[in-house]
């Protein structure tokens, strides 16, 4: 069974860096796509940062130049650092792999990063 174990949110100050980290158990596929999503209160899940099997990377024009994705393919792991956070960065935060093949979506239960003096 595919499982995704987040780590790394919390509460941090404006300003300040979190480094998410997750990782894939149970994978029998290839997995192609990679990324975090985040959902704040009220409003929908976003794409925040995505990046190929390739190495193709794309972000939100809101992280632009402050948050940056990786992955390690033979450890099925991805992370995004995030600097400079700011308050309307607070979310929870979501990893989905999806399937090389077939597309399908898996996702992680969630980790939530809290930006807040």
């Known amino acids: 069974q595919v499982q995704l174990l987040e780590s790394g949110g919390g509460l941090v100050q404006p300003g300040g860096s979190l480094r998410l980290s997750c990782l894939a158990s149970?994978?029998?596929?290839?997995?192609?796509?990679m990324g975090w999503y985040r959902q704040a209160p009220g409003k929908q899940r976003e794409l925040v940062a995505s990046i190929t099997r390739g190495g193709f990377i794309s972000y939100v024009d809101s992280v632009k130049g402050r948050f940056t994705i990786s992955r390690d393919s033979a450890k099925n792991t991805v992370s995004l650092q995030m600097n400079s956070l700011n308050p309307d960065d607070t979310a929870a935060y979501y990893c989905?792999?999806?399937?090389?093949?077939?597309?399908?979506?898996?996702w992680g239960q969630g980790t939530q990063v809290t930006v807040s003096s």
């Open positions: 989905n792999v999806k399937h090389d093949y077939y597309g399908v979506d898996y």
């Open positions: 149970g994978i029998t596929f290839r997995i192609g796509d």
